[in-house]
């Protein structure tokens, strides 16, 4: 079965600083990738998504990830962070369009410091 | 257009009570999910619809029930809660992609 691992439960990084969270996918065949941000005591909120096509994938926010399939990896990258940044980001796979078989990763709590 | 709610926001149970969650979407979605979520292991499908009076179990189904008797509605039951069903629950609806409600918070004590 297909599955995800994201790298550090917590990450800290200054506001301005480069934003970085790692997301690692097994799957047997090419998947859905999805990233998506949790805000306290929200849903979750789609970021961006992978769908086979550009592996370069720009969402909201100024947010990006790039599927690199030699590295079975799917991060999530931000330039500059901003103090509104700070939530929590999960990361999931699908091998289907439906998506009722995503499963989605423990999930990264990013604080941002002034 | 509100896109996906659920009922009740908060609830606490005693173990041994039963009570039913109700999610409700207005994307005409055919898909509809119900999760639950826990600290430190993201979240986990309890039952899933693909569409008007079907369902189906997820990765976590046991102790939960579910119905589908109108596209727009999914409700999850607990017939008897357990301590171990305390959880943020969320429902979620999907065309291509998922879209979640704002979860429900359920303590049993």
């Known amino acids: 079965a297909q599955s995800v691992t994201q790298l550090g439960s917590h990450v800290s990084v200054s506001e301005g600083a480069l934003v970085l969270l790692r997301c690692n996918y097994s799957s047997s065949v090419p998947p859905y990738l999805f990233w998506y941000v949790q805000y306290p005591n929200q849903g979750l909120q789609l970021l961006l998504k992978y769908t086979s096509a550009a592996t370069l994938v720009k969402g909201i926010n100024g947010f990006e990830a790039e599927f690199k399939k030699s590295e079975t990896s799917f991060h999530l990258t931000k330039p500059s962070a901003h103090m509104s940044d700070a939530a929590e980001y999960f990361c999931a796979v699908t091998l289907m369009v439906a998506n009722n078989d995503m499963r989605f990763g423990a999930g990264t709590r990013l604080t941002v410091k002034p | 257009n509100a896109g996906v709610t659920q009922t009740p926001k908060f609830r606490v149970l005693k173990t041994g009570q039963s009570m039913t969650l109700l999610c409700a979407q207005d994307m005409n979605h055919e898909y509809m999910y119900w999760y639950r979520q826990d600290p430190g292991m993201g979240l986990r499908l309890i039952h899933y619809s693909v569409g008007e009076g079907t369902t189906a179990k997820g990765e976590v189904p046991d102790g939960y029930n579910v119905s589908r008797l109108k596209k727009q509605n999914f409700l999850l039951g607990l017939e008897s809660a357990a301590p171990s069903q305390t959880s943020v629950y969320f429902c979620?609806?999907?065309?291509?992609?998922?879209?979640f409600g704002p979860g429900t918070r359920l303590t049993v004590t």
């Open positions: 979620a609806s999907s065309g291509y992609e998922q879209y």
